[in-house]
T-cell receptor
Framework: DGGITQSPKYLFRKEGQNVTLSCEQNLNHDAMYWYRQDPGQGLRLIYYSQIVNDFQKGDIAEGYSVSREKKESFPLTVTSAQKNPTAFYLC???????????FGPGTRLTVT | QKEVEQDPGPLSVPEGAIVSLNCTYSNSAFQYFMWYRQYSRKGPELLMYTYSSGNKEDGRFTAQVDKSSKYISLFIRDSQPSDSATYLCAMSSPASGGSYIPTFGRGTSLIVHP
């Protein structure tokens, strides 16, 4: 059963703590992406990775970090430097040579 | 001016109606167009994609692209309450330097009432 999994579905953290969101795909896709979605603001790109061990900043990378040690995995760390971390986080992937992205189910992060 | 404009709605229609969802764009380099459906608190699901002008049909859904007007549409025939969701358009230009970053509209909220 191919797809993209994100865990956990809901995550609660105290302000000042770093938190890591998981994204795994078994689609054999080369590229992976992290987006943030806030009400009324659409999708905003945080980081993306075209290949293993390489990634680039998106439009709102400040306060976030990523790694891409395996093709299947692209975890996102929300650091304490992120001023407004409460949001819905979406991971996506794409096969090389295509233009369609496929999304995971998302993780809703709440920081209080 | 945003590169992709999409009316957030909400658009409320009765069951069985034909729904028209639209996006306009300003970047004439966009050549690849996608529509996603997103249910509340879920990830977007790819509905349709097209790489050319004209119409593409899939069941009750038809995607239409007019590159000369920089305008794309998604039509839903015989709309059902289960179609109630937010619909996002996305578009992209040919990858440059190997990167590919689509531009998304903000999404239109559709409500189909019985």
């Amino acid at each position: 059963d191919g797809g993209i999994t994100q865990s956990p579905k809901y995550l609660f953290r105290k302000e000042g703590q770093n938190v890591t969101l998981s994204c795994e795909q078994n689609l054999n896709h080369d590229a992976m992406y992290w987006y943030r979605q806030d009400p009324g603001q659409g999708l905003r790109l945080i980081y993306y990775s075209q290949i293993v061990n390489d990634f680039q900043k998106g439009d709102i990378a400040e306060g976030y970090s990523v790694s891409r040690e395996k093709k299947e995995s692209f975890p996102l760390t929300v650091t304490s430097a992120q001023k407004n971390p409460t949001a819905f986080y979406l991971c996506a992937s794409k096969r090389g040579g295509s233009y369609e992205q496929y999304f995971g189910p998302g993780t809703r992060l709440t920081v209080t | 001016q945003k590169e992709v404009e999409q009316d957030p709605g909400p658009l409320s229609v009765p069951e069985g109606a034909i729904v028209s969802l639209n996006c306009t764009y300003s970047n004439s380099a966009f050549q690849y167009f996608m529509w996603y459906r997103q249910y509340s608190r879920k990830g977007p699901e790819l509905l349709m994609y097209t790489y050319s002008s004209g119409n593409k049909e899939d069941g009750r859904f038809t995607a239409q692209v007019d590159k000369s007007s920089k305008y794309i549409s998604l039509f839903i025939r015989d709309s059902q309450p289960s179609d109630s969701a937010t619909y996002l358009c996305a578009m992209s230009s040919p990858a440059s330097g190997g990167s590919y970053i689509p531009t998304f509209g903000r999404g239109t909220s559709l409500i189909v009432h019985p």
